[in-house]
């Protein structure tokens, strides 16, 4: 099976200005299959067994890790008060003891997550109007994940109601933001290997 | 005219202060990784384009951060050092040092062990004067 297209979101002139290798990437996937989850399930278990104490300590150090820390400093935000999607996963798997499972999608996108670094967040394709991309809010600077309606999500933050995926989604449209210094090569992997860990399990 | 060329500087300033925010997290990073606590430098208010004044301010506290964990690794790099030459002169004049006690955690190796100055036969070696440094075994076990 060939790859599905990624589409390369836009990013206002001016946060593009400000950051450059600033991405946002996005692919429409399918909803997710209930026959995914035992694989899933799987290999959360596998992750987790392979996740350890020192990995977590080490982690930041890592290059897509430690991209995303630095952008995090960049933008305003402490990734040791609000934790990179990476860092807030392998704190989460030391105090549970284990990657859980929440469900097919959250899964998929957990492995992904874990297993790339790059965190990937998914919509219902039919509520987003037109292409995603990034903007700075006038005023107060605030960056967001933007459609044509208006705003998605804060960078980084929960998606809003409106385009949250639900019982009534038939497609789903995966994105993932690559901060600067991430290599294409990983940002294509997480949305390839969420897409896929959404229709076979992996 | 004038408006443009200062804009623009303004961007180059800010595109450097980002360079030295990366370098120190950087820095921060490895000395985390070596075992000083992480701690939170300020509370953040949201994803935002930080002004020059903002990226100074990031830059200087992280600067200060690392400068204060560098402290606390030549610190701790000196009490371990400290401790391992007092192990070696306990384990070449056990006598001089009874009852010393040096645990693996101060010097800066893993585990729960030990170093010890003990007589050896017990109350016959304090009265003969026969020491030995022993290496107690490891954790005790968890409840």
């Known amino acids: 099976m060939s790859d599905p297209p990624l589409d390369e979101g836009w990013i206002e002139r001016e946060l593009a200005l400000e950051y450059p290798q600033l991405r946002l990437v996005s692919v429409v996937a399918p909803v997710p299959q209930r026959s995914a989850a035992p694989a899933l399930r799987e290999r959360l278990a596998l992750l987790s067994d392979r996740f350890h104490g020192a990995r977590a300590l080490a982690l930041r150090r890592e290059p897509v890790p430690a991209a995303y820390r630095v952008f995090f400093r960049h933008i305003g935000l402490d990734p040791d008060v609000q934790r990179t999607p990476v860092e807030a996963a392998a704190l989460e798997r030391l105090v549970r003891g284990g990657f859980e499972s929440h469900g097919v999608l959250d899964d998929a996108l957990l492995v992904s997550l874990v297993e790339t670094g790059v965190p990937v967040w998914a919509l219902d394709d039919e509520r987003v109007e037109g292409p995603l991309g990034l903007r700075a809010e006038p005023g107060s600077s605030r960056i967001v994940v933007a459609d044509a309606a208006g705003p998605i999500a804060a960078l980084f933050g929960d998606v809003e109601p409106r385009c949250r995926p639900g019982r009534g989604t038939l497609r789903l449209r995966l994105f993932t933001v690559a901060a600067p210094g991430v290599p294409a090569i990983h940002v294509e992997e997480a949305l390839f290997g969420c897409f896929d860990a959404l229709t076979e399990g992996g | ?143």
């Open chain 2, 1 to 143: 005219m004038l408006d443009v060329r200062v804009v623009v500087d303004e961007r180059a300033a800010r595109t450097e202060l980002r360079r030295q925010i990366a370098g120190l997290e950087a820095q921060l990073s490895a000395a985390v990784a070596e075992g000083v606590p992480a701690s939170p430098l300020a509370a953040a208010r949201g994803p935002r384009v930080l002004d020059l004044g903002e990226l100074e301010r990031v830059r200087d506290a992280l600067a200060a951060r690392v400068a204060d964990a560098r402290a606390d690794l030549r610190e701790r790099h000196e009490r371990e050092e400290a401790n391992r030459a007092l192990l070696e002169r306990m384990l070449l004049e056990p006598g001089r040092y009874k009852f010393a006690r040096v645990a693996n955690r101060d010097l800066g190796e893993p585990g729960c062990g030990v170093w010890q100055v003990r007589p050896r036969l017990g109350l016959i070696g304090m009265l003969m004067g026969w020491w030995q440094v022993k290496l107690s075994s490891g954790c005790p076990l968890q409840n």
